[in-house]
């Protein structure tokens, strides 16, 4: 299993935990939306029991025991969107999105 983040994305997170602390990027999904699921992306102040942790370019990357299979082989982007920025998540697992793009079905 896996889950890997782009340079720029690996560069952004590291930006963050310098200004706000944390240990880490927490990856999840929780159910929600017209397709379902939703991505959920926090800053990771510990490591909790039954997490998986990766680590990628000196940046911790946590997911919860629940979402683990349904982000795994996925890559990671930080990359404008609208007149922002995101992380961006190219998941191979996902079958269907919905129209807004704010959540995604696994098949």
């Known amino acids: 299993m896996a889950i890997k983040l782009t340079p720029t994305a690996a560069e952004r997170v590291k930006s963050f935990l310098q200004r706000d602390g944390g240990i880490g990027l927490r990856l999840g999904v929780k159910k929600t939306g017209c397709s379902g699921w939703a991505y959920t992306v926090e800053l990771a102040e510990d490591v909790q029991s039954g997490d998986t942790v990766f ?23 930080f990359a404008a969107e609208g007149l922002g920025y995101a992380f961006r998540f190219n998941n191979p697992n996902v079958t269907d999105e919905c129209g807004c793009g704010e959540s995604f079905t696994i098949g």
Request: net charge negative.
């Open 55 to 77: 680590e990628q370019d000196d940046v911790k990357i946590v997911v919860t025991h629940d979402s683990l299979a349904f982000l795994d082989g996925s890559t990671i982007d």
